[in-house]
């Protein structure tokens, strides 16, 4: 398999909705999110899920086990590299010398973390989306505005980074598809539950909104229904678990809505939807287009790389 093959086709959609030269400008990136852009923070957890061990990070510089849980890079580093940056560091990982010099950037996700914090359940200590933006303005106010002579120069460089969220497909694969761990699918049903995610989501853009951020990129959640774990535990009749795709579908939908209503209301932001909608059934209908040989592997399509800890 082509390995950055889907990495470019998000990059590729990026450039068309996210002006280059606006890019461009970016001083540095900031990043918040789950597994898909951890670049080490559960590292430093105590307890947790954790991806600094075989067979993760096979395909990274010198094989390094980074605690990416990726065989190679993530996207939010395909990002890094396309924005000319360094790739950013996870702050929770990194001392206090690497935290005072940095200035292009830190990460925040956490592998299993969630919008909600209740998704920090009984499976996993994470570093939820809350617990993400605190870090971020502890970042601010103890590291990065010490490289400042004003807070008219603080704002300028805030105001011209990129703040990327990729987070949400964990709200759904633990908490909506495990009732018995998680309450919230006992709470809400799916159309309700959407409307608890985007909402909360958006307080946290808020927030970051209010300590400076200006540009974000926010993406869907994919069709986690035709991932190879999802099709593993379900075994659906078909293809894809549909219910899933469908409840997903929902959230994406009110994301969009969340997202222009912010872009109304908070004066000088920028807010762009990384669309994922329709990209796994496009590689599962046309695989050799990115670099894929093989599919039906087995009766349920896929084979996972790695399994559930259930």
């Not at 103890?142 to 105001?159: A, T």
């Amino acid at each position: 398999m082509e390995r950055s093959s889907i990495h470019l086709v998000f990059l590729s959609t990026l450039q068309c909705l996210f002006l280059s030269t606006i890019a461009s400008r970016a001083p540095a990136l900031y990043i918040f999110g789950d597994s898909v852009v951890d670049s080490g923070n559960n590292n430093h957890l105590r307890e947790g899920i954790k991806a600094n061990h075989p067979p993760y990070g096979i395909d990274f510089p010198h094989r390094v086990a980074s605690g990416r849980f990726t065989n190679g890079y993530t996207i939010a580093d395909f990002f890094d590299k396309w924005l000319g940056l360094p790739l950013t560091p996870p702050y929770y990982s990194t001392n206090e010398s690497v935290r005072h010099k940095t200035i292009k950037g830190f990460n925040y996700a956490s592998g299993s973390a969630g919008i909600l914090p209740e998704k920090e359940g009984t499976f996993a200590r994470s570093l939820d989306l809350k617990k993400q933006v605190k870090l971020f303005e502890e970042s601010i106010q103890k590291y990065v505005r010490l490289h400042f002579e004003s807070k008219d120069e603080l704002h300028k460089y805030l105001s011209k980074s990129i703040f990327f969220v990729d987070v949400g497909s964990d709200d759904y694969l633990d908490n909506y598809l495990q009732p018995k761990r998680y309450n919230s699918s006992k709470l809400h049903r799916t159309e309700r539950l959407a409307e608890v995610l985007t909402r909360e989501l958006g307080l946290r853009l808020k927030e970051l909104y209010n300590i400076g951020a200006r540009k974000f990129i926010v993406s869907e959640i994919s069709e986690l229904g035709c991932s190879p774990y999802v099709i593993d535990v379900v075994k659906p009749k078909t293809r894809c678990a549909r219910n899933l795709n469908n409840a997903i579908s929902i959230f994406n939908r009110k994301l969009g809505v969340q997202l222009h209503s912010l872009s109304s209301t908070l004066k000088g932001s920028t807010f762009v939807t990384a669309k994922f909608t329709g990209l796994w059934e496009e590689i599962l209908k046309h695989p050799k287009n990115y670099g894929i040989a093989s599919i039906f592997l087995h009766p349920y399509f896929f084979i996972p790389c790695l399994y559930s800890l259930d």
